[in-house]
């Protein structure tokens, strides 16, 4: 028998609306989710691919807005020369009858819809072993129906969307799908949505994880999986992503460069793709806390989304330090008293950060009028 090649993906999740970002950034995001569907196309033809499988979660939601379901179809339709197939997820159930119905309706020669749980062949002895969400918590293992027989010698492939695992915070979590499921099915290779990070469960069991990542729990670029079926599956990661999700960390400490640390933790290339959340802790004196805030004031518009969060990031102020914001009057009291409540055990934490926090800023602005 040939090889057989094909690309796993999963959890597009077109029309994902990005709440809680400015309307700029969550418009790109929009758009790069759409955008994956011919970066998808790119990798699969790059890689001898004829065939797409989406295990799951192609749609955020079940009544996706008319232009994204009609433009995800028509940008399929328009990579002509690859099946793709879409497998109902968590987030585009079954239960969505309107949304398949709708899909059936529309779609394009290339794009075969999985509506139900029988074996489907998808070349000459290969055949697609689906199981797709009933609705959105199935309440069972519906990766069973893997299980059915094909013709002998016929390589098996397994397409589900759901959880191995309690995947906190993922919601789905409650169909448990045995590890396993592979070689109690005689299944060549089983490909999962459900999981936006890539992960290998088994060398015969993979999460291709999101082509397109929207958020920062996974801190990794977004990928697809290259299947080659030639004997033991091989399966051989892609980057597809337009925008990379970041987490960077520092831990500071008196002394240190704190513009050389913070330019290295900090992507330089293709900036405005890129969504930062920096973490800063460790100490540092006033006016190098001041400093850091103008630095990151600086590069903050650089990215596509920046924050940066300094309440972990201790001040150390020493008496000629309030003498630069004022050497008496009222700038000087409330210099005092915010280094006072600063250092204050009897505070709680979080008051005693927002006193740091208030000094630096107090400190910075002082400086600025001077200057």
Not at 87 to 97: C, E, I, K
Not at 214 to 230: C, E, I, N, Q, S
Request: proline share 7%; hydrophobic share 45%; glycine share 8%.
């Amino acid at each position: 028998m040939n090889a057989f090649r094909f690309l796993h993906s999963s959890d597009l999740h077109l029309g994902r609306a990005f709440g809680g970002y400015p309307e700029g950034i969550r418009h790109r995001l929009r758009e790069a989710r759409h955008g994956a569907i011919a970066r998808l196309a790119q990798a699969a033809r790059a890689g001898g691919a004829g065939v797409v499988l989406l295990a799951g979660d192609t749609f955020d939601a079940e009544t996706p807005a008319p232009e994204t379901l009609r433009q995800a179809l028509r940008a399929m339709g328009e990579e002509g020369d690859l099946t793709w197939v879409l497998l109902p997820g968590n987030h585009d159930s079954l239960a969505a009858s309107e949304l398949w119905r709708r899909i059936a309706q529309d779609a394009p020669a290339n794009l075969r819809a999985i509506t139900s749980d029988a074996p489907v062949e998808l070349a000459p002895g290969h055949w697609l072993l689906p199981a797709p969400c009933t609705q959105r918590r199935p309440g069972r293992d519906l990766t069973e129906a893997m299980s059915a027989p094909t013709p002998e010698g016929a390589r098996r492939i397994g397409l589900g969307h759901g959880a191995i695992t309690d995947f906190s915070g993922e919601e789905g979590a409650t169909g448990i799908i045995p590890p396993d499921r592979a070689a109690r099915s005689g299944l060549d290779y089983l490909a999962l949505g459900d999981w936006h990070g890539q992960m290998q469960v088994t060398p015969a069991t993979w999460y291709s994880g999101t082509p397109e990542p929207d958020g920062f729990k996974h801190d990794a670029p977004g990928r697809v999986l290259l299947v080659t079926l030639d004997g033991p599956a091989q399966v051989t990661p892609v980057e597809t992503a337009q925008f990379r999700w970041m987490r960077p960390a520092l831990d500071l400490l008196p002394g240190e460069d704190v513009a050389a640390r913070l330019a290295a933790a900090l992507p330089v290339a293709r900036a405005r793709d890129h969504l930062v959340r920096l973490t800063v802790t460790g100490r540092l004196p006033l006016a190098d806390r001041a400093a850091l805030e103008a630095l990151l004031d600086a590069r903050a518009p650089d990215f596509g989304w920046f924050e940066a969060d300094l309440a972990a990031l201790a001040v150390e102020a020493l008496p000629e330090d309030l003498d630069q914001i004022d050497r008496a009057g009222a700038l000087r009291q409330a210099a005092q008293v915010l280094l006072a409540e600063a250092g204050d055990a009897a505070l709680s934490q979080a008051d005693r950060e927002t006193a740091q926090a208030a000094l630096a800023r107090l400190y910075a602005l002082t400086q600025e009028v001077r200057a």
